[in-house]
């Protein structure tokens, strides 16, 4: 008889997630109660905010809780539905969770629009990666043809949406990035004018300053730790910070302290956190613009797939190191 | 005969300022050439953002050269003019520096106007510090009645009137400066709510959850260090940091490291640098306002007042000492 394998929290991590935090179990396939639909789930999503979600200290959103499937947005298919507003066939987004099949509400559900694109996209560069990438560098960074936007992770589901649309913007797009290949990746595949490899052996001061030699308008940044702190070096006047993720201390029980950050008062930086999640109605805009981007083939991203759920734990940490090209999915189940 | 004595800058400091940093000399006192006036300076204002335009680091202005007359804006009176919209008797501020005769040719400078304020006010609460204050909590802190702000040197020029403005926005002022006599005079005087004493030898983290229960949403931010690392932690969801200054760090040599700085991540913060003098436009509006208030009582300050042009060099390192209560001055001559 056919079950539901899910992937549950079984201890809170103190640094890297090891074996024990996560438990795999087998449970009963939901039925849909009253106002509920069922959806058996085809793509899973991994992505760097999750560390927060299983982590002790006080993070951004509600933390899940031991025992709890693991958080994740997902895309499958409703195969059973006692709600009207979503029927048996209908192909969905929502927080599905960490599992082969899930009973959903609705909240926070979207249907997946009719199109040529493939669904695992709706994850990646039009989904939340790529929103994120569109709010935080549109609107906080807000750069001007001819400047220069800097991005961390560059060859991230996030990062890589950055640079190319700063490339869009007419700007001067350098990305920062682990090893020769995911440079390549960025530059070649992306059409970045420039990456830095941080895992080079060579002077990342230097390296930088001849990546982005008019300095940094808009530093995206996604690592934190030492990376962001030389960066933090190069920005000029007026330069804006959009503070998307610092994934380079998320496993770090001390975290790191930055020393250059009178260089933010010296140069009058403006630096803003955000979450893509904190203004959903900044979405149906993004979402527009980057489905016709992506269709156009003016933004691209590579996927790393992992299979089956029971995949999904080896997968998130691997991501966490760096492991990843692109966007980081679980391959689920075959449509 | 009379002669024009000035404070020269005689060495960049490598760290604190010493007997070494400026040099005293007499100079003919200028007349004035076509299109110039000499002012005779009754105040000038000693600001912290003064040692960063002796610094060999890169600041935000250019630097004052060895052998120059040291930067600062004063109030004096014309007493001769080849200048068509100055003459002699105007009462005027600018950029005069560190002495007790000037000569300029009218850029920046702006005559005071008519009105019963004393002139060194011009200086202070209806001078730079106020505008700063003025554009800092409001346009970059925003405060909303009800949200709590913090302000740290509290007791000085731009503290002090920061504190005010948040009590006239129907926040709650809270002010950290050191030394019981700051903070009674903060809070007795001035009115803020509360303010910590980071010398009492207590706990600053305890003492602040105290001071501000609800959290901060507003960090003014003028001093940096293990203080602004501290108060980071009582940052709220969306909470904004107007940084104003780090007079903690400009005479270090090793600049202190930041350890909570993710912590603007997971608050989704807003800080940014800012220089009040970058956008002119807001002075007319805010010194309308601020000359308003002050003239009612509604915003004050004391001032710490040290005797004749000689006097600078120690009066200057006693304020980044934190020697001072409410505006610097010193007293050049008698109107």
Not at 4 to 27: C, I, K, Q, S, Y
Not at 152 to 159: D, E, L, P, Y
Not at 226 to 238: G, K, Q
């Amino acid at each position: 008889m056919p079950s539901n394998t899910r992937v549950l929290l079984a201890a809170r991590p103190d640094g890297w997630p090891t074996d024990a935090t996560f438990r795999v179990d087998e449970a009963p396939i939901p039925t849909p109660r009253d106002g509920e639909f069922v959806v058996r789930l085809l793509w899973l999503s991994l992505d760097p905010y999750m560390r927060g979600r299983i982590s002790a200290a006080k993070s951004y959103a509600k933390g899940v809780e031991i025992g709890d499937v693991m958080t994740g947005s997902g895309v499958g298919q409703v195969v059973d539905s006692k709600h009207p507003a979503f029927a048996a066939g209908d192909t969905v987004i929502g927080q599905f969770g960490w599992q082969e099949w899930a009973a959903s509400d609705g909240a926070g559900v979207m249907k997946v629009p009719p199109g040529p694109l493939p669904l695992s996209v709706y994850l990646g560069t039009v989904g939340m990666p790529g929103v994120t990438a569109y709010v935080g560098l549109l609107d906080i960074g807000a750069p001007k043809a001819g400047e220069t936007v800097l991005v961390s992770a560059a060859a991230g589901a996030v990062g890589g949406v950055v640079g190319q649309l700063a490339k869009i913007q007419g700007c001067r797009a350098v990305g920062i990035a682990g090893g020769r290949e995911k440079c390549d990746y960025v530059v070649r595949e992306l059409g970045f004018d420039a990456c830095v490899d941080y895992k080079s052996g060579g002077d990342l001061d230097k390296e930088l300053r001849a990546a982005a030699p008019k300095g940094v308008d808009v530093l995206f940044e996604n690592v934190g730790g030492p990376i962001m702190d030389t960066a933090f070096r190069h920005l000029n006047p007026f330069a804006r910070v959009p503070l998307c993720g610092l994934v380079s201390q998320y496993n770090e029980t001390v975290p790191y302290a930055v020393a250059s950050f009178g260089l933010l008062l010296v140069n009058r930086v403006k630096l803003q956190g955000f979450i893509v999640s904190d203004d959903m109605s900044k979405w149906p805009g993004a979402l527009a613009k980057l489905s016709g981007w992506v269709a156009e083939g003016r933004i691209k991203g590579r996927e790393t797939i992992a299979k089956g759920i029971r995949s999904a734990p080896a997968a998130f940490v691997g991501m966490l190191r760096g492991g990843n090209i692109g966007k980081q999915l679980v391959k689920v189940a075959e449509a």
